[in-house]
Structures are given as C-alpha cells and as structure tokens.
C-alpha cells in the first residue's frame, strides 16, 4: 500500500516537472510564431513599397525624357562597392543644324559690314552736288547664308542680304537674294553652274567683299562690270586630273544670262549677255623665303539690251549735267562689247594689284526706233598696293583709281586712297578706316558747278559668322 502511494507520489511529482517543463516551450512557441508572423507582414509591405518606389521611378524617368532634349543629357553608373548610383550629367554639344535632306554636308554662315561715312561721302562713286549723300551710320551689307554638298556632286549656296544699296525701295533697307545657285562638280575640268550669282568678269568684282583690302570697290569696277546675273557658265580647272599639282595654273569660265541683273523674272529681250574669263596663276611658290604668287586674268562680254536696262548695276556711269554720277539706266536698246585684264602679286606681307577696263555702248535701232543717246566708251583703271606692318594684325593700304565715262569732254574722276586694317581675328573680325580724295575734271573745268574736290572718311567693323 505504501509501496502503490508512494508510485503515485513520484508520479505526481514527475508530471509536475514534465508540466512545469512543457509551459516555458509553449509559451516559447507561441512567442516564435508571433515573430515569424510579424515578419512575413514585414516582407509583404517591404514588397508592396519596393513596387510602390518602382513604378514612381518610371515615372520621373518618362517625365525626364520629355523634358530633357535628346542628345543633351546622359547617365553615368558609378560603382561604390557593391552599390550603383546613377547621376545625370550635362553633356554640352556643339551648335548644329540638322538639314531635311540627304547632303553630305551644310554650313550656315554670314557676314555684318557696319559703316561710318564722313565728309563728302562716296564722292570717289560720283554722289556730289546732285547725288550727294549725307554723312551717316550705314548696315552696309548684312547677309546669311546657306552652303551644301550631295553625294551625287552637286553643291548649292543660298545667300541674302537684309541692307539692300541706295535709291532701292525708297532707301530703306530691306531683304532680297544676292546668290542662288546649285552646281554640278562632277568633273572638275567641266563643272556647270546654274542660277543667280556673279557673272566671270573682273577681278575686284568677284573677289569676295569680306577679303577686300579697301571699304568698297573702285569706281571703274563699279561702272563696268555685270555684276550679279541669272544663268548658266561651263567653267573648271582642266589640269586638275592630269596636272594636280599644278591644278590652279588655269581656270576658265564661259556663261551665258539674262543681262539685266538680278531678282528679276523676265529677260528684257530676246538676247543674252555672254560673258568669258581665263585666269592663270605662273608662279606659286617662295621669293626671298616668303610665300608668293602671281595671278593674271583676262574677261570679254558682249550683250545687246533693251530700253530700261540698268547697264552699270553695281555703281555709277552717268555723267549729270554739274558732272556727278548716277547709275546708267538705257533710254533705247543698246549693243555693248566689255574686256578688261588684271594682275594680282603677293610676296610675303606685300600685295599688289592692278586692273584695267573698258567697254563700248552703242546705241540700235529697234523696230524703226532709232537709238536716243551718242554712242560713248568709258575706260577706268585701278592700283592697290598693301602691307602687313605687323604680321596678320596691322595692315597698310593706299590705292590709286581712274574712270573716265567718256560721255563728256572733261568727265574724268580720279581718287587717292590711303587706309588701315586692324585684323582682330583675321578676316572673322576686324576694322577698316580709309581717307579718299577724288578730283573732277568736269568741275574743273566748270567752276561754276562748284567745288572739284572732295574729302571722305569711311570706317567699317566686319564680323563673320
């Protein structure tokens, strides 16, 4: 009996213990599930942020790309251990147009000339007494351009001007076309070109007005030649495939326009003006250790116009009634014949220049209308000479110039020239001054016109673009 109650005391005890052992890992149960639970909940609003964070991250990026213009920003990825952070960098690119079509190349350009005219201003073009010009600030020329190159060897230029010259709308400036054109180069000994742009005849005439070493062009140039005309000219340098280091040593020109200038969309008769240049350079190479060479030119053109034309279309040929100059517009039809030739020496920092023009103006019969003004062949020449007094900086210039429009007895001009250019950054950026004193002959001859001499200052600040 004893024995039996005391088993069932040691049992007692021992579920006692097995209890009191089994509680604490309950209760540790319990405590693990509730941890495990509280983590799982942790993990799913982790998760649901993490998409939450994704889908804002889309978002900035789309509004990043319609804001930002493609090309100008990129990402760089950085490596920091194992962590990668992205950073936005400005990337800063060249200005550039990007053109429609399929050229291999396009450049846009331009050029400002700003004048100051003083004294007797453009007296040496003739403007005294009755086209006198008052002293004035003028945006001489203010042009934009447009040049290209295909694949298929053609090459265009599209060029205006918004500072159009005197006496045209009034005096106030406004924009038209000084050259469009497109040409084919295919063959370098046989390239033709058509539209509107320089005709091939003289020498100061086609040299570009940004590299002139003067303000403005002579008077006999003005007067003379043709100008800007629309048509078509055959011209190359035919020793370019078989000669090639030779290949300036000839280029020639032959074209065929319209003759009464440009901006124009008729012809004003049933003729053309043919116009024809040789050039030919002899020498290129080392005189005294100075670069050098020597180009020569030679020009021919024939034209027969009718009544209206403006046959001196880029200056003054008209001789007025008190000897001042304006331009030449034919009061009946005309044949005219024009040549000129032209020599150009450089030797290191020393330029000299020289050329000689002449043309005959006849006046015809149209349709029983006999011609209403005297036949006459005015004749004109120039000189520059040039100097760098400090290599590619400082520039000294005088020039000598003669026109005779051969309308009158005594209606000759002649100009003296002296100037300075100041290159700031070559022809890109400079300033120009020069000091002009011209002479009339028929003022001379006619005191009672008045004064016969004149004095001008003209400055100029170029800017190419």
């Known amino acids: 009996m004893l024995v039996t109650k005391h088993c069932s005391t040691r049992k007692i005890a021992l579920l006692a213990i097995v209890l009191a052992a089994i ?26 942020r993490n998409a939450e964070l994704e889908a804002e991250v889309s978002s900035l990026k789309a509004k990043q790309t319609a804001v930002v213009p493609e090309g100008r920003m990129k990402t760089k990825i950085i490596s920091e251990g194992k962590t990668y952070v992205e950073k936005v960098v400005e990337e800063r690119l060249p200005v550039y147009v990007q053109q429609r079509g399929s050229e291999l190349k396009l450049v846009l350009g331009g050029f400002i000339q700003i004048n100051a ?105 003005g007067a003379i030649t043709p100008e800007r005309q629309i048509g078509v000219e055959l011209w190359g340098k035919p020793l370019t495939s ?34 024809g240049r040789l050039e030919l350079q002899p020498f290129n190479g080392k005189i005294f250790g100075q670069q050098s060479f020597l180009k020569l030119g030679g020009d021919g053109l024939w034209s027969r116009d009718a009544a209206g034309v403006n046959i001196s279309q880029s200056g003054n040929l008209r001789v007025n009634s008190d000897g001042s100059l304006s331009p030449f517009t034919l009061p009946s039809a005309d044949e005219r014949a024009a040549w000129s030739v ?7 920092p020393f330029d000299l220049i020289g050329e000689y023009l002449q043309e ?67 022809d890109d950026l400079k300033l120009m001054v020069n000091y002009i ?17 004149f004095d001008e200052v003209i400055g100029r600040l170029q800017l190419m673009f």
Do not use: C
């Open 242 to 275: 078989i000669w090639p280091e030779q290949k300036d040593l000839l280029t020639y020109y032959a074209g065929v326009f319209n003759g009464n200038g440009r901006n124009t969309s008729i012809n004003d008769n049933n003729e053309f003006m043919y116009v």
């Open 23 to 48: 509680q604490p890992l309950t209760t540790r149960s319990a405590s693990e599930s509730d941890r495990l639970e509280k983590l799982e909940r942790a993990v799913e609003q982790l998760q649901k």
């Open 117 to 221: 005219e003083g004294g007797d201003a453009f007296a040496f073009n003739g403007n005294f007494g009755q086209t006198a010009i008052d002293d004035r600030f003028r945006l001489r020329r203010a042009r934009i351009n447009l040049t290209g190159d295909f694949a298929e060897q053609f090459d265009f230029k599209m060029e205006g001007d918004f500072a159009n010259g005197d006496g045209l709308n009034n005096n106030r400036l406004a924009f038209e076309a000084t050259d469009i054109w497109v040409n084919w180069h295919q063959f370098p000994a046989a390239q033709i070109k058509v539209g509107q742009y320089k005709a091939p005849f003289g020498l100061e005439q086609l040299t570009p007005d940004t590299i002139l070493y003067t303000t403005e062009r002579t008077l006999p140039t």
């Open 437 to 453: 004193h011209t002479w009339s002959d028929f003022r001379q001859a006619n005191p009672e016109f008045g004064q016969d001499q």
């Open 342 to 348: 032209d020599a150009w020496l450089e030797v290191g």
């Open 360 to 426: 005959h103006v006849e006046g015809r019969t149209v349709n029983g209308v006999p011609p209403t003004f005297s036949n006459f062949t005015t004749d004109g020449f120039y000189v520059t000479g040039a100097y760098f007094i400090v290599p590619k900086k400082l520039q000294a210039v005088v020039q000598w110039q003669y026109l005779n429009p051969g309308q009158e007895g005594n209606d000759g001009l002649y100009s003296i020239l002296g100037g300075l250019n100041y290159y700031i950054r070559g």
